[in-house]
């Protein structure tokens, strides 16, 4: 059994290493295959470290192959980001589990209810009922977990993780993917929970904690070594850079999800930029969410046009298998990769590789060559290592 799982360790912590050890003694997998965000995250933010900085943890910690979604998708909404995930999984050809940590750990019931939000999409009936709840002033988010709670119980559709696992079973479903799921039920506080709970916190209350006094903690001890010698950030360390864009332009209804509503409140309140968490907090309303915003300003900061999106998930999200590390059981699997995946497994920039990676790998570099005033490799010039891994 080869698990898969849709990540961003953002960063690693126990509760992640966890759900590897869940894996490898408990579902008895013989390696485990990660896709993992790179550089910006779901939540449309700077992650708090870089993507190798990430994947070097994870590797030591268990992980013996870490891919990464590209850009497009992991900045993208809780949908596509799943199904992206799940789709770079079922390329390699060798993930056949995909493995995830929720509130629910009933396997039957998240595959029934797969089933069920499969067939009210195809029947068109959930549209109509998204677009009466629109109608009355909601958000999108809400507006579709109104539209679902007839039919899909409260405690799937009103959680993070619920939602994220409903979402990587439909597109399994939906696609007749050759893929079993497995469940490992949620440990610790709360997905966004930002207050500190012992060994099991959440990544948000360990970002909280690293912002708030440069100490990492509730993370391997052989995470935790990796992160102290490397920088982190967090997502206003963005703000000067995105100040600029915002100034250079005003077309943002361009951008993916960026409504023509929600470019007028950008260009009505451009005079009050502070910073990245300030502006979400002014541009925020009740019918768009602080995610939904930061979003949005993180696919302007990369040029992410909507045109772009509709192009590259119109050719079935993944073109390459970008490889950030892997370790001694995971090059066991490479040769198979290379044979079974449908798509190319590259380890290094080639023309292949979309250049919205390649600028947001240019924008973190430059956030960390400010930050620390020392000059780092690009995309092209790092090397690739896999010493000790």
Same mark, same amino acid.
């Given at each position: 059994?080869?698990?898969?799982?849709?990540?961003?360790?953002?960063?690693?912590? @126990?509760?992640? #290493? !966890?759900?590897? %050890?869940?894996?490898?003694?408990?579902?008895?997998?013989?390696?485990?295959?990660? /896709?993992? *965000?790179?550089?910006?995250?779901?939540?449309?933010?700077?992650?708090?470290?870089?993507?190798?900085?990430?994947?070097?943890?994870?590797?030591?910690?268990?992980?013996?192959?870490?891919?990464?979604?590209?850009?497009?998708?992991?900045?993208?909404?809780?949908?596509?980001?799943?199904?992206?995930?799940?789709?770079?999984?079922?390329?390699?050809?060798?993930?056949?589990?995909?493995?995830?940590?929720?509130?629910?750990?009933?396997?039957?019931?998240?595959?029934?209810?797969?089933?069920?939000?499969?067939?009210?999409? @195809?029947?068109? #009936? !959930?549209?109509? %009922?998204?677009?009466?709840?629109?109608?009355?002033?909601?958000?999108?988010?809400? /507006?579709? *977990?109104?539209?679902?709670?007839?039919?899909?119980?409260?405690?799937?559709?009103?959680?993070?993780?619920?939602?994220?696992?409903?979402?990587?079973?439909?597109?399994?479903?939906?696609?007749?993917?050759?893929?079993?799921?497995?469940?490992?039920?949620?440990?610790?506080?709360?997905?966004?929970?930002?207050?500190?709970?012992?060994?099991?916190?959440?990544?948000?209350?360990?970002?909280?904690?690293?912002?708030?006094?440069?100490?990492?903690?509730?993370?391997?001890?052989?995470?935790?070594?990796?992160?102290?010698? @490397?920088?982190?950030?967090?997502?206003? %360390?963005?703000?000067?850079?995105?100040?600029?864009?915002?100034?250079?332009?005003?077309?943002?209804?361009?951008?993916?999800?960026?409504?023509?509503?929600?470019?007028?409140?950008?260009?009505?309140?451009?005079?009050?930029?502070?910073?990245?968490?300030?502006?979400?907090?002014?541009?925020?309303?009740?019918?768009?969410?602080?995610?939904?915003?930061?979003?949005?300003?993180?696919?302007?900061?990369?040029?992410?046009?909507?045109?772009?999106?509709?192009?590259?998930?119109?050719?079935?999200?993944?073109?390459?298998?970008?490889?950030?590390?892997?370790?001694?059981?995971?090059?066991?699997?490479?040769?198979?990769?290379?044979?079974?995946?449908?798509?190319?497994?590259?380890?290094?920039?080639?023309?292949?590789?979309?250049?919205?990676?390649?600028?947001?790998?240019?924008?973190?570099?430059?956030?960390?060559?400010?930050?620390?005033?020392?000059?780092?490799?690009?995309?092209?010039?790092?090397?690739?290592?896999?010493?000790?891994?």
């Amino acid at each position: 059994m080869v698990v898969g799982i849709v990540c961003e360790y953002n960063p690693f912590h @126990n509760g992640h #290493k !966890l759900q590897i %050890d869940y894996a490898k003694n408990i579902l008895k997998a013989d390696a485990v295959v990660v /896709a993992m *965000s790179g550089n910006f995250t779901q939540r449309g933010e700077l992650a708090c470290f870089d993507k190798y900085t990430r994947a070097e943890a994870a590797l030591k910690c268990g992980v013996d192959i870490v891919l990464e979604i590209p850009t497009i998708f992991a900045t993208a909404s809780a949908r596509e980001f799943a199904a992206a995930g799940v789709e770079l999984l079922a390329s390699t050809g060798v993930v056949d589990t995909v493995l995830f940590g929720a509130e629910c750990d009933d396997v039957d019931l998240f595959k029934g209810c797969a089933t069920k939000l499969v067939e009210l999409e @195809n029947s068109g #009936k !959930l549209d109509e %009922d998204i677009k009466i709840s629109l109608g009355a002033g909601l958000s999108y988010a809400l /507006a579709r *977990s109104k539209a679902l709670e007839a039919y899909i119980p409260a405690d799937i559709i009103n959680s993070p993780n619920n939602i994220l696992g409903l979402e990587y079973c439909r597109y399994i479903k939906e696609y007749n993917l050759p893929m079993d799921i497995a469940i490992i039920k949620r440990q610790g506080n709360d997905y966004n929970e930002t207050a500190l709970s012992g060994d099991l916190s959440s990544a948000s209350a360990i970002r909280a904690h690293l912002n708030e006094t440069d100490m990492i903690c509730a993370v391997p001890d052989i995470a935790k070594a990796i992160y102290e010698n @490397n920088t982190h950030f967090n997502c206003d %360390d963005i703000s000067q850079l995105l100040h600029y864009k915002l100034l250079s332009e005003n077309d943002y209804e361009k951008y993916l999800d960026c409504t023509l509503d929600l470019a007028d409140r950008i260009r009505n309140n451009l005079k009050d930029y502070v910073n990245f968490s300030q502006f979400c907090d002014l541009l925020k309303t009740k019918n768009i969410a602080y995610s939904r915003i930061s979003r949005v300003l993180c696919h302007i900061l990369l040029n992410i046009a909507q045109k772009d999106f509709e192009n590259s998930k119109s050719q079935g999200y993944i073109s390459y298998l970008r490889m950030l590390g892997f370790s001694k059981k995971g090059a066991e699997y490479l040769g198979a990769i290379k044979e079974k995946g449908k798509a190319p497994l590259i380890t290094a920039p080639t023309e292949i590789i979309d250049s919205h990676d390649i600028f947001a790998a240019d924008v973190y570099r430059a956030v960390i060559t400010s930050k620390t005033g020392k000059a780092r490799d690009n995309e092209y010039t790092r090397k690739f290592n896999l010493t000790n891994l």
